[in-house]
């Protein structure tokens, strides 16, 4: 294969790879900047980070949960009966809590229906509310959708409740679960709306609702605003979620703490609940069964509503908003590795070199992902991971595809002249014919050629001389396989091989005249073959020159048709030992081959012969096996 052809084709892989990477790349980009397909897979990672980290989250102390759970039910029951309770137990709550002047108190009880058999309890309910001394009680509201129950309602009217600023027009109206159980004139409202995502976990909470161009505020958004939090930009934010360990209080101990009790109270106990409630931000809901107010969330399902919306308003207040990396900089560390692959591929760098290293860098990954998180910074890791990974195991698919046909072209090739164990080990050793090409080596070459085979043919018909040469050759070249020796070519009735190549044999002289040996001992037990056939058959004789010495070995030939082969001198003078057999032994070496193998077999100086193209005669030997 000549060099052009080589480079034209890494050149053509080259720019297929080049070609690929740009698709995949193309994919990618699309993958990340809009189809968003592997978003969820994306959140799910993020989520395990989130519990790994949310004992981490220490939750803000000026944010306090008054909790309704089954005990409080249970031991509310000799007061207020079965849920729901008459708004004036909230009212009374409201009324104890008030002496402690709380920053603000936020409900996350619906108050939707007004009580018809008991309007005063709601009367009172409003009352308190309206009394608050810093008009500090927020009230959750619900949009819903068209199909809801509740009659529209013109957001205009509604719009100082929702502190909604701008112009807007007046007849846009929208379906809400409004807090009718209060006056209107006292309410202070958000939407309580979750924003559950497509695989049900909810990891974001709205900042507000579009409406025909209202935004309603979410209720947390609404608190946050009211208190001086910076509220970021956007409809919604990620939350950061921490272990539930807000501080909490059940509700049926506090209402008879503050109600029942509140005369008695120690100057002690006074001061301990001035501490705990003071300029504090106080979020009062239920985590009973019944309430039926529990979340999917990155910890784990039963999250309540109440835990909710005091998170929110914790991220709010603390500047705890999860961020997004920026997603060009995702793009960019991808393509990087993508074309990273692209370039140690071409360098024919191992599969696994650069599986190891892409593991490596996976893992660095999700480790860089994890302490981004510590730092409420969101990096999206799999798209990118999933797009090298896939680029890799294709690489690797066609790399090895790839070399499975040089291989494959290699057994084909070799199979022609070697022995198949020779054959396999080239092949595990991934030569090629590159490498197998232009090596100069110390060989043994034999040459063995047919005497009178001239007359032979022309006495024989063709097919049968076909036939007969097949039989013969196929012997011999058994003989050869078995010694390790290399199939060079047939000239004709003219057997030549080699040893030494294309594997170094420390023995090659020795297995080479085991081979001539074997070689002879095989043409007797021909031609007695031939005489049981055929009386009459000629006797088959042959000559066989051996010589070690240095030659050039290589694919030499065109791009159609290639031989392995040795060329030089050493080449030359084994044939024109060969020549010299007739009339002297039917087998011939130099003294370089008896030098090289005279411990394992016999030799006898038949003379010295003047070789055409040498000056200095050459000295001649009949090898024999050596007597155990």
């Not at 608050?132 to 068209?146: G, Q, R, V």
């Amino acid at each position: 294969m000549s060099n052009s052809t080589a480079k034209f084709g890494l050149g053509m892989l080259l720019q297929w790879q080049v070609l690929a990477c740009l698709l995949f790349a193309s994919a990618f980009a699309l993958e990340l900047f809009w189809l968003h397909r592997l978003q969820t897979t994306e959140a799910r990672l993020t989520d395990a980070f989130m519990r790994r980290h949310a004992a981490e989250y220490i939750p803000d102390p000026d944010i306090v949960v008054v909790d309704i759970d089954n005990a409080s039910m249970t031991e509310m029951e000799a007061i207020a009966g079965l849920w729901a309770w008459p708004r004036e137990i909230h009212a009374d709550l409201l009324e104890g809590l008030s002496e402690f002047a709380p920053r603000a108190i936020v409900f996350d009880i619906a108050f939707s229906e007004r009580d018809m058999k008991r309007p005063k309890s709601d009367a009172r309910l409003s009352e308190q509310v309206a009394a608050s001394p810093t008009h500090s009680i927020y009230l959750p509201a619900t949009l819903l959708n068209e199909r809801g129950d509740a009659p529209p309602v013109a957001l205009q009217s509604v719009a100082q409740a929702f502190a909604m600023h701008g112009s807007h027009v007046s007849t846009t109206a929208a379906t809400l679960q409004l807090p009718q159980a209060v006056q209107p004139a006292a309410w202070r409202l958000g939407l309580i709306n979750n924003l559950d995502d497509a695989d049900g976990v909810l990891r974001r909470y709205r900042l507000y609702n579009d409406v025909a161009g209202w935004r309603i505020p979410s209720l947390p958004a609404r608190v946050a605003s009211d208190l001086g939090f910076a509220v970021p930009v956007g409809s919604d934010f990620t939350l950061r979620w921490p272990d539930l360990g807000h501080k909490r209080y059940r509700y049926s101990e506090l209402y008879k703490l503050l109600t029942e009790h509140r005369p008695d109270l120690k100057p002690a106990e006074v001061l301990r609940l001035a501490h705990e409630f003071r300029d504090k931000i106080i979020f009062i809901g239920a985590s009973a069964s019944s309430s039926f107010d529990h979340h999917l969330s990155p910890l784990g399902s039963g999250y309540v509503g109440v835990d909710v919306l005091a998170v929110a308003l914790d991220n709010l207040k603390n500047g705890r908003v999860m961020r997004q990396s920026a997603p060009h900089w995702i793009f960019l560390c991808g393509l990087g590795l993508l074309l990273a692959q692209v370039l140690a591929f071409q360098q024919r760098v191992h599969p696994l070199i650069i599986g190891a290293a892409l593991v490596v860098t996976t893992l660095g990954g999700v480790w860089l992902a994890d302490m981004a998180l510590h730092r409420d910074l969101i990096m999206p890791i799999i798209t990118p991971f999933i797009f090298v990974w896939i680029w890799y195991l294709g690489a690797a698919l066609v790399g090895y595809l790839r070399e499975r046909r040089t291989r494959d072209q290699a057994v084909a090739l070799f199979r022609r002249f070697l022995n198949p164990g020779v054959v396999r080990k080239i092949v595990e050793q991934g030569e090629t014919v590159e490498s197998l090409s232009g090596q100069m080596r110390n060989v043994t070459v034999l040459f063995s050629d047919i005497r009178d085979f001239t007359t032979l043919s022309e006495s024989s018909p063709p097919q049968q001389v076909v036939a007969l040469l097949n039989r013969y050759f196929e012997r011999q070249v058994e003989i050869i396989f078995k010694h390790r020796g290399t199939l060079d070519k047939f000239i004709g009735d003219c057997i030549m091989a080699f040893w030494g190549a294309p594997f170094d044999d420390p023995q090659q002289a020795q297995n080479a005249v085991a081979a001539a040996l074997d070689m002879q001992d095989a043409l007797l037990e021909f031609n007695q073959e031939l005489k049981a056939e055929n009386p009459n058959a000629a006797n088959f004789d042959i000559g066989i020159g051996l010589h070690f010495g240095p030659a050039v070995i290589g694919f030499i030939g065109a791009q159609r048709k290639l031989d392995y082969t040795a060329i030089g001198d050493t080449v030359n003078l084994a044939s024109r030992v060969e020549g010299l057999t007739k009339g002297v032994s039917r087998i011939l070496v130099t003294r370089e081959v008896k030098d090289a193998c005279a411990a394992v077999h016999e030799f006898t100086l038949c003379g010295t012969y003047a070789v055409k193209g040498r000056y200095a005669q050459v000295e001649l030997y009949a090898p024999s096996r050596k007597i155990k």
